[in-house]
């Protein structure tokens, strides 16, 4: 049996990403400010994964969603 490389023994794929995305501003207390899906190609940095609860909780109270993903349509969170 061919011996395998260590690279080789340790290759996973990759996590699936996260349902939901928090994003959070800069600066002391890193408040949320707004709520992306997953796979949003807009979020880009502060984000912190989210399960559908706090994010539908996050729209709740007033975070932005993205206007590029719409995770208030996906979550049936509509103003």
Do not use: N
């Not at 995305?21 to 899906?37: C, D, K, N, Q």
């Amino acid at each position: 049996m061919p011996r395998r490389s260590s690279a080789e023994a340790v290759r996973r794929p990759p996590a699936p990403p996260p349902d939901w995305l928090i994003e959070h501003s800069i600066g002391i207390g890193r408040a949320p400010v707004r709520v992306h899906g997953g796979t949003c190609s807009d979020s880009w940095f502060r984000c912190r994964p989210a399960d559908r609860d706090t994010a539908r909780r996050a729209l709740a109270e007033g975070r932005e969603a993205c206007t590029q993903c719409r995770p208030d349509t996906a979550l049936g969170v509509l103003d």
